[in-house]
Antibody, heavy 121, light 110 residues
């Protein structure tokens, strides 16, 4: 079955960087994209961006431009999210989700289990 | 900046029907926004219900349906059950090339 398994929880200091992984299985990785969505404690879902598993093309939320990088390793069917210059308001659960290779189709299914990133001094 | 709007909360009786909506602070929602809907319970990852406005995801019962109602996307739940009590999120694709989630609707079944 289609499954996305994310890396474990992280605790980072303000100003540091974090890299979260998302390993896909059960489908052809390069036929889909991966989207990343985060959820701050007690808050709603927020789309962070999308990466094509086929071409590596990315599209990021404007407010994260310059701090975020999404990459893939097609040899291991793994997607990565790197977020730099962390701030306390980056504390959230980060989800990856399989997405269409045509990003405009706008669906996310299935989702990874989520990775809690805590930013604290 | 256009914001995606959802009712903050809604209540439905067991067995009843409820329609949750997903709108825009500026303009109308159309099929070109490729609305999708997700159900989330506390501590869990979201579950996909509907994509491309009205297509049910695999395994989703047909009492969940999606549509365009007036100038909004809509999720209708018929025959509400206790385990439908969740937060429901819609997400729209914008012409600028980004996806935007609504704030979520907390559905209570009582």
């Amino acid at each position: 079955q289609v499954q996305l398994v994310q890396s474990g929880a992280e605790v980072k200091q303000p100003g540091a960087s974090v890299k979260v992984s998302c390993k896909a299985s059960g489908y052809t990785f390069t036929s889909y994209g991966i989207s990343w969505v985060r959820q701050a404690p007690g808050q709603g879902l927020k789309w962070m961006g999308w990466i094509s598993g086929y071409s590596g093309k990315t599209n990021y939320a404007q407010e994260l431009q310059g701090r975020v990088t999404m990459t893939t390793d097609t040899s291991t069917s793994t997607a990565y999210l790197e977020l730099r210059r962390l701030r306390s308001d980056d504390t959230a659960v980060y989800f990856c989700a399989r997405a269409p290779v045509e990003q405009w189709l706008n669906w996310f299914d299935p989702w990874g289990q989520g990775t809690l990133v805590t930013v604290s001094s | 900046q256009t914001v995606v709007t959802q009712e903050p909360s809604f209540s439905v009786s067991p067995g009843g029907t409820v329609t949750l909506t997903c709108g825009l602070t500026s303009g109308s929602v159309s099929t070109n926004h490729y609305a999708s809907w997700y159900q989330q319970t506390p501590g869990q990852a979201p579950r996909t219900l509907i994509y491309s406005t009205k297509t049910r995801s695999t395994g989703v019962p047909d009492r969940f349906s999606g549509s365009i109602l007036g100038n909004k996307a809509a999720l209708t739940i018929t025959g509400a059950q206790a385990d439908d009590e969740s937060v429901y999120y819609c997400v729209l694709y914008m012409r600028s090339g980004i996806s935007v989630f609504g704030g979520g609707t907390t559905l209570t079944v009582l």
